[in-house]
């Protein structure tokens, strides 16, 4: 059997943001060719990051495959600018990819194509039988979600959502932009479902307060034990729109429903006490504690809307567990959009960071792509426990989506997730999307289970 590598031909729901990237296929003995990750792309090159710290989006054409000299694989492409045409910036180089096994990928980046001595390059290699089960275990193209394991929504208008199992009941958090995203807002039930059923019991516990600069954008609330104490991490906007990061504790055998029972939101700052970016906006942040070190991560941006717009981009530091509401390290940066996937509709996304922690790895889920669109996509990241979180190079970033459109019937857009387990150790992912394939439609939740292969690496899109 042949693997077939090649570009897709971008149409009015896939653009050349997704289409100029290495996609793949089987072609088997009569002559039928079956796409692989349902025909998105595999592999993406990384755009440009120019002198202004602007990104300038790349994209991939005519790519070949070969084996090398010890017999794993190379994948290399012509390098071209955002909408297809030459990049002039790279002549007589080649993008290169290297793996062992064709599921994972090593981004060598740009290489003298002169400096490639091997013949046999082609848009297609013959593999083993060995070779081909490994491709099909990773990217056989699934059936697509058809049904969620619940209903698609369970409630219109709320994003980035999250659930908290605690003290036998579950609570829901989430933004709420049938509220314009103002206000924060708490249901609890003894049920998962009852969180969304009719007439189901919501509290208001922290509202819009002028004299506190509590004015907008009551933005990707996410329940936290830090230190044993329960906190909502959340960004909240001041009257001149600027979201910044901020926490908010529970008070001692304080009720979760209860408003009252809320300490104020304190701002997140860096460790000499300074504001966390006083050039720009932070928001999306998140906490995990794994092999005796805590991290906080969140996204931030600077010059958004404007020429010199960075994109959202996830940064990372230490955590101090008795004060986490000022950093213990630096802030290092993690990742920024620089895939097109990532990079797409007009909006430059790295946001949304969310640990899911296994015995092995700390996975750290994010979103990319148009927040409000069908294109929002999560990506992944993970490290070793143990590993050093703050060194960028110790973590795996996945090249493709784990969740996009192209993964579930009916739900388009699935992006800014988080993770809960449940009271009988089912692990599940929430996260928002929407109904339609429009460019900018009505959010809604929804969520599916998680489930782990037999080397424990989570799957995302199937049920």
Same mark, same amino acid.
């Given at each position: 059997m042949e693997l077939i590598i090649y570009t897709r031909e971008p149409k009015d729901d896939y653009t050349e943001s997704l289409a100029n990237s290495v996609h793949f296929a089987l072609l088997n003995e009569t002559g039928i060719l079956e796409p692989l990750n349902n025909n998105y792309g595999i592999l993406f090159t990384e755009a440009v990051v120019d002198e202004n710290d602007?990104?300038?989006?790349?994209?991939? =054409?005519?790519? +070949?495959?070969?084996?090398?000299?010890? !017999?794993?694989?190379?994948?290399? %492409?012509?390098?071209v600018n955002k909408d297809g045409t030459e990049d002039n910036s790279c002549e007589g180089f080649v993008q290169l990819w290297q793996s062992n096994d064709l599921i994972e990928f090593d981004d060598m980046g740009l290489v003298r194509l002169s400096d490639l001595?091997?013949?046999?390059?082609?848009? =297609?290699?013959? +593999?083993?039988?060995?070779?081909?089960? !490994?491709?099909?275990?990773?990217? %056989?193209?699934?059936?697509?979600?058809?049904?969620?394991?619940?209903?698609?929504?369970?409630?219109?208008?709320?994003?980035?959502p999250v659930i908290l199992p605690w003290k036998?009941?579950?609570?829901?958090?989430?933004?709420?932009?049938?509220?314009?995203?103002v206000g924060l807002?708490?249901?609890?039930?003894?049920?998962?479902?009852g969180l969304f059923e009719p007439g189901f019991y919501e509290v208001l516990i922290l509202d819009k307060d002028e004299e506190k600069g509590f004015i907008q954008t009551f933005w990707a609330p996410e329940f936290h034990f830090i230190g044993g104490k329960l906190y909502i991490l959340l960004a909240i906007g001041p009257k001149e729109w600027g979201p910044q990061c901020h926490m908010m504790k529970l008070k001692e055998n304080g009720d979760i429903m209860n408003p009252?029972?809320?300490?104020?939101?304190?701002?997140?700052?860096?460790?000499?006490?300074?504001?966390?970016?006083?050039?720009?906006?932070?928001?999306?942040?998140?906490?995990?504690?794994?092999?005796?070190?805590?991290?906080?991560?969140?996204?931030?941006?600077?010059?958004?809307?404007?020429?010199?717009?960075?994109?959202?981009?996830?940064?990372?530091?230490?955590?101090?567990?008795e004060n986490p509401t000022?950093?213990?390290?630096?802030?290092?940066?993690?990742?920024?959009?620089?895939?097109?996937?990532?990079?797409?509709?007009?909006?430059?996304?790295?946001?949304?960071?969310?640990?899911?922690?296994?015995d092995k790895y700390v996975y750290l889920s994010?979103?990319?792509?148009?927040?409000?669109?069908y294109t929002y996509a999560v990506g992944m990241l993970r490290i070793p426990i143990g590993g050093d979180?703050?060194?960028?190079?110790?973590?795996?970033?996945?090249?493709?989506p784990v969740l996009s459109y192209y993964s579930s019937n009916g739900v388009y857009g699935p992006g800014h997730n988080s993770f809960f387990t449940d009271y009988d150790g089912t692990v599940y992912m929430m996260y928002h999307g929407e109904e339609k394939l429009v460019k900018s439609g009505e959010r809604c939740s929804a969520m599916h289970r998680v489930h782990f292969d037999e080397d424990g690496e989570p799957i995302f899109d199937m049920v």
């Open positions: 602007v990104i300038q989006e790349k994209g991939i =054409k005519n790519p +070949l495959i070969f084996r090398t000299e010890d !017999k794993s694989f190379g994948i290399i %492409a012509t390098r001595q091997n013949p046999a390059q082609s848009n =297609k290699i013959n +593999l083993t039988p060995s070779e081909i089960n !490994k491709v099909l275990k990773r990217w %056989a193209s699934k059936e697509r979600l058809a049904q969620p394991e619940f209903p698609f929504p369970l409630t219109h208008g709320y994003a980035d036998d009941k579950y609570y829901f958090l989430s933004t709420n932009d049938n509220t314009n995203d807002y708490v249901r609890e039930s003894e049920t998962i479902m009252t029972d809320w300490e104020t939101p304190v701002k997140v700052v860096r460790k000499d006490g300074s504001p966390l970016a006083p050039d720009g906006i932070t928001l999306d942040m998140t906490y995990f504690c794994a092999g005796g070190k805590s991290c906080l991560a969140w996204s931030y941006r600077r010059g958004i809307n404007s020429p010199l717009d960075t994109g959202s981009m996830i940064f990372i530091a230490e955590a101090d567990d000022q950093l213990a390290s630096a802030p290092v940066l993690l990742t920024r959009p620089l895939y097109g996937w990532e990079n797409i509709q007009g909006t430059i996304n790295n946001e949304g960071p969310y640990p899911l922690i296994t994010y979103s990319g792509g148009a927040a409000n669109g979180y703050l060194n960028r190079k110790a973590w795996k970033k996945y090249n493709t």
